[in-house]
């Protein structure tokens, strides 16, 4: 487990956040034209946003190994912290009585499958607190983006002329997925081995109703680059039949990706036989479904921080949860404790303490209707209370996101914005990380959100 701090900003970041700054005064045509030659490679290489620009930013946000290392530890400590999590839902009531979207679902949850980690593939977005610590926000284990196109698109950033970075020492390739894009691919494959114990001859990347399509096709791809007979199938063209899932050709499929948005699943009618083919174990479902609805929903984070459920993690885990899990509580009214672990009736703490806390949907995406409590106005933050108190929401202490400069393609403006670091896992083992930044503290690239390329050096 972690216990250091480590500085968040290398020596090597410093200069060239200088370096940007200088030129964009005496020289900004110069780092323009390499930011168009960069988005132009991305864009011929098929790397894409649901259908628009892969924003990447010329500027790279360079650590060093001392802080990889640091995040990476960190990362995979978590997904074996979420293994122990999963088990406590299955098992506790009281736990499972914080997740009431879920209620109705629980016989396609539980019991999870048996290989560990439960969580294959993830993407924890972090910040670092006050007190130098790396905190895990949100835990993405559904189906996150960029398990592949991050890879690709920081080859492609590596090969283009970079006056930012010129003469520096930097390394995308230490990572990964950067060393090696289809590692995502071979995790699946892993999986499946892991479930079944024989070699995956066929896959399906899962969608429902057309929604989150993107890297689909790279996956489906890379699938088959292994000889895997891959495809992309709604659910509506997906039946159970004695042998099995079997698509409209006939064929059974062994394993599911599943890229969708697992709440549209929550209600929805047409899902109910592929659910219990998962729950059943009749096909491999990555991630499985307790990772798709429970350990995806940031509620995840207040069964970890709440101290009533401290018995259930050992010393090491209690440590760990303590540095790097911020303080988080599911909304509804009652006695809870507060970041000191002082008693405290939660709705009124929430009213009394806006500017240190943020408000979120436990499981929206994309930056939902997340409220940052001190950019927020009194009377929108209470509203919001109420509306919280009646739906499934979290309260969060707020992190306050690094500050960066960076060139911002959509709206050609070199400017200060709030940034982040997001760390992959797939298997239980670090895969790379990726930084967003965003004119707005609730980032994401779905709301013009930009990603800055990691380099260790």
């Keep these: 487990m972690t216990i250091a701090t480590v500085p968040a900003i290398s020596e090597t970041d410093v200069r060239i956040e200088r370096r940007l700054c200088e030129l964009a005064i005496r020289d900004p045509a110069s780092i323009w034209e390499a930011q168009d030659d960069l988005s132009s490679a991305i864009a011929e290489a098929g790397i894409h946003f649901e259908g628009r620009a892969y924003p990447v930013c010329l500027r790279p946000l360079a650590i060093d190994c001392g802080l990889a290392n640091h995040l990476s530890a960190t990362a995979e400590a978590m997904v074996k912290v979420l293994d122990v999590a999963a088990e406590l839902y299955c098992r506790n009531e009281r736990v499972q009585d914080l997740f009431p979207a879920y209620r109705r679902l629980r016989h396609w949850i539980i019991p999870p499958p048996t290989y560990r980690p439960v969580v294959r593939i993830c993407r924890l977005d972090g910040l670092f607190g006050s007190d130098g610590h790396y905190k895990i926000i949100e835990t993405n284990t559904e189906a996150p983006g960029g398990v592949i196109q991050n890879g690709l698109a920081a080859r492609i950033w590596s090969r283009v002329p970079n006056p930012l970075t010129h003469g520096l020492s930097l390394d995308v390739m230490k990572q990964p997925f950067g060393k090696d894009p289809a590692c995502f691919v071979r995790e699946l494959?892993?999986?499946?081995?892991?479930?079944?114990?024989?070699?995956?001859?066929?896959?399906?990347?899962?969608?429902?109703?057309?929604?989150?399509?993107?890297?689909?096709?790279?996956?489906?791809?890379?699938?088959?680059?292994?000889?895997?007979?891959?495809?992309?199938?709604?659910?509506?063209?997906?039946?159970?039949?004695?042998?099995?899932?079997?698509?409209?050709?006939?064929?059974?499929?062994?394993?599911?990706?599943?890229?969708?948005?697992?709440?549209?699943?929550?209600?929805?009618?047409?899902?109910?036989?592929?659910?219990?083919?998962?729950?059943?174990?009749?096909?491999?479902?990555?991630?499985?479904?307790?990772?798709?609805?429970?350990?995806?929903?940031?509620?995840?984070?207040?069964?970890?921080?709440?101290?009533?459920?401290?018995?259930?993690?050992?010393?090491?885990?209690?440590?760990?949860?303590?540095?790097?899990?911020?303080?988080?509580?599911?909304?509804?009214?009652?006695?809870?404790?507060?970041?000191?672990?002082?008693?405290?009736?939660?709705?009124?703490?929430?009213?009394?303490?806006?500017?240190?806390?943020?408000?979120?949907?436990?499981?929206?995406?994309?930056?939902?209707?997340?409220?940052?409590?001190?950019?927020?106005?009194?009377?929108?933050?209470?509203?919001?209370?109420?509306?919280?108190?009646?739906?499934?929401?979290?309260?969060?202490?707020?992190?306050?996101?690094?500050?960066?400069?960076?060139?911002?393609?959509?709206?050609?403006?070199?400017?200060?914005m709030a940034h982040g670091i997001d760390c992959y896992v797939f298997g239980g083992r670090i895969a790379g990380f990726q930084s967003r930044a965003s004119f707005d503290p609730v980032m994401n690239v779905g709301r013009s959100g930009i990603l800055l390329p990691i380099s260790i050096g």
């Excluded at 929805?268 to 609805?293: K, M, T």
């Excluded at 909304?331 to 009736?345: F, H, Q, S, Y």
């Excluded at 202490?397 to 500050?403: Q, V």
């Design 189 to 416: 494959l892993s999986t499946y081995y892991a479930a079944a114990g024989s070699e995956l001859k066929t896959a399906a990347v899962v969608n429902f109703c057309g929604r989150y399509t993107n890297e689909v096709d790279w996956i489906v791809s890379g699938l088959r680059d292994t000889g895997v007979n891959a495809t992309l199938l709604d659910v509506s063209a997906i039946r159970r039949t004695a042998r099995g899932l079997v698509g409209p050709d006939g064929a059974v499929i062994e394993l599911v990706y599943n890229k969708l948005d697992p709440r549209d699943f929550i209600d929805a009618e047409e899902p109910r036989d592929y659910l219990d083919a998962c729950a059943g174990g009749e096909v491999v479902s990555v991630n499985p479904w307790i990772s798709q609805w429970v350990l995806s929903d940031k509620t995840i984070l207040a069964v970890l921080s709440d101290n009533q459920f401290s018995s259930d993690f050992n010393a090491e885990q209690l440590e760990f949860i303590s540095r790097h899990i911020p303080w988080t509580r599911f909304v509804k009214a009652g006695v809870t404790t507060d970041p000191e672990r002082r008693r405290i009736e939660l709705i009124s703490y929430i009213r009394r303490n806006k500017a240190t806390l943020v408000l979120k949907p436990s499981n929206a995406t994309r930056g939902e209707q997340v409220l940052v409590g001190c950019l927020t106005s009194a009377a929108v933050w209470e509203k919001h209370i109420d509306w919280a108190a009646l739906n499934p929401c979290v309260v969060q202490e707020y992190i306050r996101p690094g500050e960066i400069t960076a060139l911002h393609p959509p709206s050609r403006s070199i400017k200060k």
